[in-house]
Nanobody, 120 residues
Framework: QVQLVESGGGLVQAGGSLRLSCAAS????????MGWYRQAPGKQRELVAT???????NYADSVKGRFTISRDNAKNTVYLQMNALKPEDTAVYYC??????????????WGKGTLVTVSS
């Protein structure tokens, strides 16, 4: 199995910054695409940013220019640097990773989520 541990959420004032981390461990052969999603109260979960194993990036329009996704393959970790935060960024942020396990099954895993609250 594969475990994901997220960290870095919290309370920040508008205009501030936070950095989220998501570390994967367990039966990992290789890490494929990694990403961050978020779910605000009363809303559906939405894509924030993704990064492929080759380094291709994709961002939601609402975060372009403010958020940066990156990965450290040696640490099986994906990061989300969030700058110029706005109250509308308040949500639970979930990491998502597609893993090729050591048994060669390709499986999608979700983290448990970390809460980001941006005060105005």
């Amino acid at each position: 199995q594969v475990q994901l541990v997220e960290s870095g959420g919290g309370l920040v004032q508008a205009g501030g910054s936070l950095r989220l981390s998501c570390a994967a461990s367990g039966s990992i052969f290789s890490m494929n695409a990694m990403g961050w999603y978020r779910q605000a109260p009363g809303k559906q979960r939405e894509l924030v940013a993704t990064i492929t194993s080759g380094g291709s990036l994709n961002y939601a329009d609402s975060v372009k220019g403010r958020f940066t996704i990156s990965r450290d393959n040696a640490k099986n970790t994906v990061y989300l640097q969030m700058n110029a935060l706005k109250p509308e960024d308040t949500a639970v942020y979930y990491c998502n990773v597609r893993v090729t396990r050591r048994d060669f099954y390709v499986v999608n895993y979700w983290g448990k989520g970390t809460l980001v609250t941006v005060s105005s």
